[in-house]
């Protein structure tokens, strides 16, 4: 017979997830609201990147913005790439 009882791993698991989610959470926060305050549009964030807008905003701000978050969040963090244009596209899944 199958045992229907959670075992200390799952349980140990799905709390490690909840809580890997909830910092990941307070950091997107985070760093919307530091990057709002240097008044550039946060466009678009998920896991592990994010994108930025400002018009007329040199390079030299945009890495402003990348050594004030860095430091402020304590993660390390690159300027991988300067785009004039960004299309992001609906996920056919939600249409």
Known sequence: ?????????DLLTVLTF??????SCEVLIKT???VQSLSFELVYADTDSA??????????????????LAKEIGLPI????????L??????DDI
Do not use: Q, W
């Open 78 to 85: 690159s300027v991988e790439h300067h785009c004039k244009f």
């Open 32 to 34: 919307k609201d530091i």
């Open 18 to 23: 909840e809580e890997i989610n909830e910092i």
């Open 1 to 9: 017979m199958e045992r229907l009882v959670p075992s200390r791993i």
């Open 87 to 92: 299309v992001l596209l609906p996920n056919t």
């Open 51 to 68: 994108f930025l807008k400002k018009n007329g905003a040199s390079i030299d701000e945009y890495e402003n913005v990348k050594e004030t």
